[in-house]
């Protein structure tokens, strides 16, 4: 089945559909007081998302990063949050995420 590209005005969806008028319909479903903006047909079946587009540029793994915070901090959450802020200039938001996320993983 293809992948339709819906954008309202407030959202970027995928729709996995038949066609123009059902990647419309699952847009209005989802989203009924935003207006479609665009419907674009994707040329394969696969969604690649680019992470410069988004700004994602660094060379480190966040992930080796934040494991080897946890271990300076000897697990304390705040303090290795302070640490990955110190090293990668990320924001609290951003610092949390990734130190919580390698918590739940079992860094």
């Given at each position: 089945?293809?992948?339709?590209e819906v954008?309202?005005?407030?959202?970027?969806?995928?729709?996995?559909?038949?066609?123009?008028?059902?990647a419309?319909?699952?847009?209005?479903s989802n989203?009924?007081?935003e207006?479609?903006?665009?419907?674009?047909?994707?040329?394969?079946d696969?969604w690649?998302?680019?992470?410069?587009l988004?700004?994602?540029q660094?060379?480190?793994d966040?992930?080796a990063?934040?494991?080897?915070c946890l271990?300076?901090?000897?697990?304390?959450?705040?303090?290795?949050?302070r640490?990955y802020?110190?090293?990668t200039g990320?924001?609290l938001?951003?610092?949390?995420?990734?130190i919580e996320?390698n918590?739940a993983?079992?860094?």
């Amino acid at each position: 089945m293809p992948l339709f590209e819906v954008e309202t005005t407030s959202h970027i969806m995928i729709a996995c559909v038949d066609d123009e008028s059902a990647a419309r319909g699952f847009a209005q479903s989802n989203y009924p007081r935003e207006e479609v903006l665009r419907v674009t047909h994707r040329p394969r079946d696969a969604w690649v998302i680019s992470k410069n587009l988004l700004g994602i540029q660094a060379k480190v793994d966040p992930c080796a990063t934040a494991r080897e915070c946890l271990s300076k901090s000897a697990g304390d959450k705040l303090h290795a949050m302070r640490l990955y802020m110190q090293q990668t200039g990320t924001d609290l938001e951003g610092a949390r995420k990734v130190i919580e996320t390698n918590m739940a993983l079992g860094w």
